[in-house]
Nanobody, 120 residues
């Protein structure tokens, strides 16, 4: 019904930048909030950033000032611009979408994740 596909991950040096993209496809009627979560080795999945359909954003304290979330509603795509990357940012990054598929109520959907590795 709804598929989220992340892209843009890879290996980057500390202090470098990456931009992640997540495209939603399928029988989507609408998408409210979209977001990014991450899971580092040995740790639980944590929220990175969210953005509503009205472009209201929310960030984890650990990424404030370094990461920027944005979206293109026409393309059903959410982005995560990551600057000043640190080794502790290394994780699998997952895309999330709060979407509506008629006739069902809104529901969270998840992508499969994309690996981000920050290392020299």
């Amino acid at each position: 019904q709804v598929q989220l596909v992340e892209s843009g991950g890879g290996l980057v040096q500390p202090g470098g930048s990456l931009i992640l993209s997540c495209v939603a496809s399928g029988r989507i009627f609408s998408i409210d909030t979209m977001g990014w979560y991450r899971q580092a080795p040995g740790k639980q999945r944590e929220l990175v950033a969210t953005i509503t359909s009205g472009a209201i954003t929310n960030y984890a304290d650990s990424v404030k000032g370094r990461f920027t979330i944005s979206r293109d509603n026409a393309k059903s795509t959410v982005y995560l611009q990551m600057n000043s990357l640190k080794p502790e940012d290394t994780a699998v990054y997952y895309c999330n979408a709060d979407a509506v598929v008629i006739p069902y109520p809104r529901k969270f959907y998840w992508g499969q994740g994309t690996q981000v590795t920050v290392s020299s």
